[in-house]
Every structure is written in structure tokens, then in C-alpha cells.
């Protein structure tokens, strides 16, 4: 069975700071992958998804960027953290043939 | 691009009661609609989904009905226990390789003992 992994769960970073969330998918193989981020409230907002190795697409400009080094593995990282970057994010997958997304546990960021 | 509504908002019932939660999406392109249900701290999960040549899609409690014609789709869930609670989110997915979905905004269901 499928199964996708995201760490870490939690995690505070100074404003200025470095990221990098790591998101990683089993059992499957060429699987979009995607990554949302979640502000204060309930919506979901679509950052990046990738339809196979190098390849990335931004929904929205942002201090953020992506890269999927691996086929299964899919990494958020900015140079510099801003306050506005805290918020809930989380990875998901989904297969090209098949419907729907599968989502991480997600990751709690607070820049501060 | 597609939009999608959801409504309402925030959505209290007695348990035991029946909810329901609306969505109307814009893209008559849209063939997909899964729901989500999202617990306090937690990635959204899967509930259930319908496809645009099935009206309705019942599972236990859960079911979700579609309207092709007026482009809404909508979630009910019958007897309603205290461990519906949470967030619900609709979305729907225009064709494509990507399988980009567009979500509601969410619904809060609270689920009163």
C-alpha cells in the first residue's frame, strides 16, 4: 500500500532562517506530488506540484520554492523565513492515472 | 480556472441529527469531486468521493449527491456522532495530468452531545 511520510511535525525557526520540509512517498511510483500551506483559518492553498523529477510548477509567488530530487521525494525550502511564512503546511500525492489526493500529517511552522 | 463554494461556514447539530454541506463549482470541465474531513492538527483525510457520471455515492452514514445541471454537489452524513466533528472541505478537479483539485473553504461541524 501507499503510504507518504512528512517531517517534521512541528517546528519553530527565527525570522531569516533557512527551511527545508521533507516529504517522501511509498509504494508508488511517478506520483504528482504537491505542496499546500494552511494560514490561520481553513483553507488550502496549492504552492507548488510536480509531475515528475525537476519538474515544478508555483501557484503563487511567494518566498518559497520547491524541488523533487527524487521521484518520490519532494522538498519545500526558502533561504530566508518571513513571519507571514507560519501556517500549517502539507504535502499530498496523487497518482497520474487514478483520482484524488493523499495527504501528509503536515507540518506546523512557526517563524518567529 | 475553477472555483469552488462551500457552504455554510460553521455547522453545529445535536448528535444524532443529520448534516448536510454544499458546494457549487464554476468549471463544467470538473468530473471529480472527493470530501475531505480534516481532524484539530491533522492532514486532511479522504471521506469520499463521486465522479461526474454517478449522481449519487452512499457509504455507512456518508453520502454525497451531484448535480451535473446546476453544478453543485453536496455532502450528508446521517446519525451524526460526537467523532464527526471537525473540518470538512469539497473539491473538485478539472482534467488534466496533474489532477490539480480546488477546494472549498471549509465547513466546521460541531457535533453537539
Known amino acids: 500500500s501507499q503510504t507518504i511520510h512528512q517531517w517534521p511535525a512541528t517546528l519553530v525557526q527565527p525570522v531569516g532562517s533557512p527551511l527545508s520540509l521533507e516529504c517522501t512517498v511509498e509504494?508508488?511510483?511517478?506520483?504528482?506530488l504537491y505542496w499546500y500551506r494552511q494560514a490561520a483559518g481553513r483553507g488550502l492553498q496549492l504552492l507548488f506540484y510536480s509531475v515528475g523529477i525537476g519538474q515544478i510548477s508555483s501557484e503563487v509567488p511567494q518566498n518559497l520554492s520547491a524541488s523533487r530530487p527524487q521521484d518520490r521525494q519532494f522538498i519545500l525550502s526558502s533561504k530566508k523565513l518571513l513571519l507571514s511564512d507560519s501556517g500549517f503546511y502539507l504535502c499530498?500525492?496523487?497518482?497520474?492515472?487514478?483520482?484524488?489526493?493523499?495527504f501528509g500529517s503536515g507540518t506546523r511552522l512557526t517563524v518567529v | 480556472g475553477e472555483n469552488v463554494e462551500q457552504h455554510p461556514s460553521t455547522l453545529s447539530v445535536q448528535e444524532g441529527d443529520s448534516a448536510v454541506i454544499k458546494c457549487t463549482y464554476s468549471?463544467?470541465?470538473?468530473?471529480?469531486f472527493p470530501w475531505y474531513k480534516q481532524e484539530l492538527g491533522k492532514g486532511p483525510q479522504l471521506i469520499i468521493d463521486i465522479r461526474s457520471n454517478v449522481g449519487e455515492k452512499k457509504d455507512q452514514r456518508i453520502a454525497v449527491t451531484l448535480n451535473k445541471t446546476a453544478k453543485h454537489f453536496s455532502l450528508h452524513i446521517t446519525e451524526t456522532q460526537p467523532e464527526d466533528s471537525a473540518v470538512y472541505f469539497c473539491a473538485a478537479s478539472i482534467t488534466g495530468s496533474a489532477r490539480q483539485l480546488t477546494f472549498g473553504s471549509g465547513t466546521q461541524l460541531t457535533v453537539l452531545p
Open positions: 509504494g508508488t511510483s511517478n506520483p504528482n
Open positions: 499530498a500525492w496523487s497518482a497520474t492515472t487514478g483520482f484524488g489526493y493523499t
Open positions: 468549471d463544467s470541465a470538473s468530473n471529480y
